[in-house]
């Protein structure tokens, strides 16, 4: 979108405000700098290059890119892009993004990863009984299992769960020895210069491996490079799916059995599977695969897609970790049950900080971990 283009958009904005009850961060902080309508005024200043204060300076970036508002607002304003747009031009008149953000960034250039990882420990999750006959790169397939940031240092259990599955089911694919990063949190970052570099890499790299089908665990990974590494590089056809639905499929083939659990879990549909992703046939297919493994499922929202966020999209913990501790406090006094499933790590990663910093008692797991108890029951 040129800048026309998004000043039209901003100010088809007929301030209905339908918007802001539905936005964690005003619900919260009940400040209406912090809620969509609020965030498309500081968006149309940045857009006309007039100063803004810190305060909407820290609202742009508290923003966790939920697109909830994407789906309420009447007038189809697409308000996340547009933010996220705003984000981009802070960078360029070099306003943004904010210290926190350059440092993370900083990490995942010198370490390839955004969680300060060493990446010397990057493939520690995988299982001892594999590493002697893992033949990594060299692997004769087009399929590459990429595990992202989160699931290689953070929820090493969504790593070796979607590996260990896989092996099972005798499901040929290959695995990287040195992963990148997928580049996401730059790009969220508004750093688009640094976000296309990490992105023309990452493609050469997986040109030059033959790879033509990539499956990730992770819903920020789903995001970048289905949704936005096709936005900049048209070339680019490397068909990318969420482990969920290999999952699905290799059930539906009967290479692996399901067999039920006497549990009863939440399930919460990350914000890039159920709302950012254009294809979102994940919300279904996650429950369908949890049906056959859990006696009770219950939901956070009467329609998945509005599932509440869990708190960290877009790198808000580093901005103001209160509100990120906050949303996603509100999210468990919606749960009736103690433990909460998600198909995204850093939505596990997030319900475990919560949890601990809010002196809980909730559980959470990754979807993964409950396919692979009841393939094993
Ligand atoms: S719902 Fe849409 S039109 Fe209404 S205030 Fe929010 S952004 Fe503006
Ligand atoms: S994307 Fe989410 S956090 Fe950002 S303004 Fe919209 S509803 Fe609020």
Known sequence: MDDNEILKDIR???????????????????????????????????????????????????????????????????????????????????????????????????????????????????????????????????????????????????????????????????????????????????????????????????????????????GGCLYAFDSVYRKYFDDYDIRIRHIIDVIYELEKEGKIQLKPLNKSITYHDPCRLGRKYKNNSLIEKARLLLKKCILEINELSNEPQKCPCCGAGSGIRGVDSNLCIKIGKKLFDKMKTKEIVSSCPLCIFNFKYVNYKNQMDKGSKYILDYIVESMKK
């Open 12 to 218: 088809s904005c007929i301030d209905c405000k339908n918007c802001i009850e539905k936005c964690d961060t005003f619900i919260i902080t009940k400040n209406e700098v912090q809620s969509p309508n609020g965030r498309l005024k500081i968006a149309e200043s940045i857009f006309l290059n007039k100063k803004i204060s810190e305060n909407e300076l820290i609202s742009i970036y508290t923003c966790t890119l939920c697109a909830m508002c994407d789906l309420i607002c009447a007038q189809n304003i697409n308000i996340s892009d547009i933010i996220h747009a705003s984000k981009v031009r802070l960078v360029d008149n070099n306003i943004g993004p904010l210290k926190i953000h350059e440092k993370i960034i900083q990490g995942i250039i010198e370490k390839n990863n955004s969680v300060g990882g060493n990446p010397e420990e990057r493939l520690n999750w995988l299982p001892k009984e594999y590493e002697k006959n893992e033949l990594f790169e060299k692997k004769d397939s087009d399929t590459l299992l990429f595990f992202g940031c989160m699931s290689s240092f953070k929820v090493k259990e969504s790593a070796t769960k979607s590996y260990q599955i896989l092996k099972e089911a005798n499901f040929n694919f290959k695995i990287l020895k040195k992963e990148p990063c997928c580049g996401e949190y730059i790009y969220s970052a508004g750093k688009l210069d640094v976000a296309k570099k990490i992105f023309k890499e990452n493609i050469e790299l997986f040109k030059r491996l033959g790879i033509n089908n990539i499956i990730v665990t992770c």
